[in-house]
């Protein structure tokens, strides 16, 4: 099944305006890609993916990608160096645990929705927004098949 028909319109567009919400509390760019299946590591995927949408190319390396593989039951929360480099080792556990927790209970899109918002809230303390701040990467959900 392809990964778009595992959000309905209205959802997709829930978590976009989520996204785009949370972006008013940091400088950080979150995004989410979804697809069905990944048939290794997530984290490596994710890592793949990163750069394949280019989001090592924020200013401020502050860019994070949340991915989940429907079918494959998987997914990686990860961030950009800048990120990395001012964060604890255990920074995304919370999000990954809720994550987890919508994801088994069939809950895709309030899943994504609250760890976007908590990844807004906690990256602002290291990241704040700035009133010059541009939006570096696309809001819209990204699919592979």
């Known amino acids: ?6 959000l309905t319109k209205d959802e ?17 760019e979150i995004r989410v890609h979804l697809e069905s299946l990944c048939n290794g590591d997530p984290f490596e995927r994710a890592v793949y993916l990163f750069n394949k949408l280019k989001m090592h190319k924020t200013k401020d390396h502050n860019g994070v990608l949340i991915y989940v593989a429907f079918e494959s039951k998987k997914f990686a ?12 080792d255990n920074f ?10 919508f994801l088994r209970e069939g809950e895709i899109s309030k899943g994504l929705i609250s ?6 809230n906690n990256l ?3 990241f704040p927004y700035q009133t010059d701040d541009t939006n570096e990467q696309s809001n819209e959900i990204s699919f592979g098949e």
């Open 115 to 120: 760890v976007i918002e908590i990844a807004g």
């Open 92 to 101: 995304w556990d919370r999000e990954k645990e809720l994550l987890l927790s």
């Open 1 to 6: 099944m392809a990964a778009s028909k595992y």
């Open 124 to 126: 602002k303390s290291y």
């Open 77 to 88: 929360i990860i961030g950009d160096s800048g990120i990395n480099e001012k964060v604890p």
């Open 12 to 28: 997709q567009a829930q978590i976009v305006k989520a996204i785009e919400s949370a972006e008013l509390n940091t400088s950080g």
